[in-house]
T-cell receptor
């Protein structure tokens, strides 16, 4: 499974856009990129998943360059409730194949200040 | 409510006790997982069940014993634990092997906070 590298922590203020970049230099052809959010004492929650280019949903956007060796999670206009740990994972997607076993790294601790 | 329910939410047990953690998923998924999250450490994958068969055991001590009686239920039986086993134990489920535009990633429960005294 491809290893991921992301910043340990980030600080932001309410109303700002936050971009968290993740490096995954050894990503395989059939790997998908998935981001999760985790609040203290809760399980991680799926945010967004993508394979290439750009994916957008009601919560975030995910930007993936052509070489797929990195990805950027973009959170528009963050609020205090977005303070959490964000995990970038790379593994086999479930489009017609096995999900694979997702391995979590240390994640990025985002602190949003008023 | 995520569709994955874990009980109990909190558990305090002595080192000589035997207890069980329960996980139930209402999502129709066919794979279930146990993760352990200790303070200031990444989530550690413990066990994987796919179609009710254990497909992975990541060198977990035998004092942890999983059981998956059907695709909706997963148990983690605990006996003679050590204080260092105190952690948040998370259950997750996913749908494996099918193309679906609505099944993304893993769905986690809220976890059981275990304290071994």
């Amino acid at each position: 499974l491809a290893k991921t590298t992301q910043p340990i922590s980030m600080d932001s203020y309410e109303g700002q856009e936050v971009n968290i970049t993740c490096s995954h230099n050894n990503i395989a052809t059939n790997d998908y990129i998935t981001w999760y959010q985790q609040f203290p004492s809760q399980g991680p929650r799926f945010i967004i998943q993508g394979y290439k280019t750009k994916v957008t949903n009601e919560v975030a956007s995910l930007f993936i360059p052509a070489d797929r060796k990195s990805s950027t999670l973009s959170l528009p206009r963050v609020s205090l409730s977005d303070t959490a740990v964000y995990y970038c994972l790379v593994g086999r997607g479930n489009y017609g194949g096995s999900q694979g076993n997702l391995i979590f790294g240390k994640g990025t601790k985002l602190s949003v200040k008023p | 409510e995520t569709g994955v329910t874990q009980t109990p939410r909190h558990l305090v047990m002595g080192m000589t006790n035997k207890k069980s953690l329960k996980c139930e998923q209402h999502l129709g998924h066919n794979a279930m997982y146990w993760y352990k999250q200790s303070a200031k450490k990444p989530l550690e994958l413990m066990f994987v069940y796919s179609l009710e068969e254990r497909v992975e055991n990541n060198s977990v001590p035998s004092r942890f014993s999983p059981e998956c009686p059907n695709s909706s239920h997963l148990f983690l039986h605990l006996h003679t634990l050590q204080p260092e086993d105190s952690a948040l134990y998370l259950c997750a489920s996913s749908q494996e092997g099918q193309h679906s535009s609505t099944n993304y990633g893993y769905t986690f429960g809220s976890g059981t906070r275990l304290t071994v005294v």
